[in-house]
Nanobody, 111 residues
Framework: QVQLVESGGGLVQAGGSLRLSCAAS????????QAWYRQAPGKQRELVAR???????NYADSVKGRFTISRDNAKNTVYLQMNSLKPEDTAVYYC?????WGQGTQVTVSS
């Protein structure tokens, strides 16, 4: 069975950086669509970043220029590099690999 294991969340100061990882186990193609979402308490889940099967990327306006999605085929892992973090980035972050979802990891940005 396919499992997605997220890591890299935690507590950081505003202006700091984190890199989230989402490692896939089981039989899955690394060239399929992958994406990161986030959800804050009382808010709807929103798309943060996406990379298509062809390698094209898109980002939410709120993170454009600060976040970067990438993947490492050898490690079967997708990453979200998060720079210049702001308190409003505080949320639970979820990875999606095709139609599979990770368990989520908490990111908290203090002011």
């Amino acid at each position: 069975q396919v499992q997605l294991v997220e890591s890299g969340g935690g507590l950081v100061q505003a202006g700091g950086s984190l890199r989230l990882s989402c490692a896939a186990s089981g039989s899955i193609s690394s060239i399929n669509e992958q994406a990161w979402y986030r959800q804050a308490p009382g808010k709807q889940r929103e798309l943060v970043a996406r990379v298509s099967s062809g390698g094209s990327t898109n980002y939410a306006d709120s993170v454009k220029g600060r976040f970067t999605i990438s993947r490492d085929n050898a490690k079967n892992t997708v990453y979200l590099q998060m720079n210049s973090l702001k308190p409003e980035d505080t949320a639970v972050y979820y990875c999606r690999w095709m139609y599979y979802w990770g368990q989520g990891t908490q990111v908290t940005v203090s002011s």
